[in-house]
């Protein structure tokens, strides 16, 4: 008898779940919002450590243009050791794991842990707009009304799964008869 687990596409994915990395000598959180359940285990573990850790919250920056200012200031003075945390929303992470990769950090530097609170993102790739939202399909956009079949596939640029229409007879949102 054969076992077959499903695979998902590359490029969907695979969150961290795990404790944060024993072999860090300096750890930095960088979250949207505080107080998320994660968060405090992660803070926990943390804290329980000897290991320095830094905390940037969205919460404590005018904009995320700020918060990114001063990871990318952090980064800049890292040594080899750092591992990043980053938390919240799928639209929000990913850019900044994009940026920390820019500035040299490895994928396994960076743990990614996703907020579920809010879905997932899923981009409309007919009216270029970010929502949120459950993957099961179909899904209607929010801003053209086009009724979307979500993709399993996972942009990494744009933080969101793929959203497109799901009746190529019917690519508009004009009314059904």
């Known amino acids: ?19 944060p990395s ?5 750890h ?14 992660i803070c926990a573990s ?5 290991v320095p850790m830094t905390h940037l919250s969205l919460s404590d920056y ?6 990114q200012r001063a990871m990318l200031s952090i980064l800049r003075e890292a040594t080899v050791g750092l591992r990043i945390y ?7 992470i990913w850019p900044l794991h994009a940026l920390a990769r820019v500035a040299g950090l490895q994928p396994e530097e960076i743990q990614v842990i996703p907020s579920a609170s809010c879905g997932h993102a ?19 956009c929010t801003e053209c009304g086009v009724v979307l079949e979500v993709r399993q596939h996972f942009s990494r640029r744009l933080g969101a799964y ?12 004009q009314a059904r008869s």
């Open 1 to 19: 008898m054969s076992t077959t687990t499903k695979q998902l596409p590359t490029s969907v994915p695979r969150y961290y779940s795990g404790e």
């Open 22 to 26: 024993q072999l860090a000598t300096h």
């Open 28 to 41: 930095l959180m960088v979250s949207q919002g505080r107080g998320c359940t994660e968060q405090a285990r």
């Open 46 to 50: 943390l804290n329980s450590s000897a």
């Open 62 to 67: 005018p904009s995320s243009a700020e918060l």
């Open 86 to 92: 980053l938390l919240g929303n799928e639209d929000f």
């Open 122 to 140: 899923i981009y409309c790739v007919h009216c270029s707009t970010t929502q949120h939202g459950a993957l099961d399909s179909p899904h209607t």
């Open 162 to 173: 793929l959203g497109v229409c799901a009746d190529a007879r019917q690519p508009y949102a």
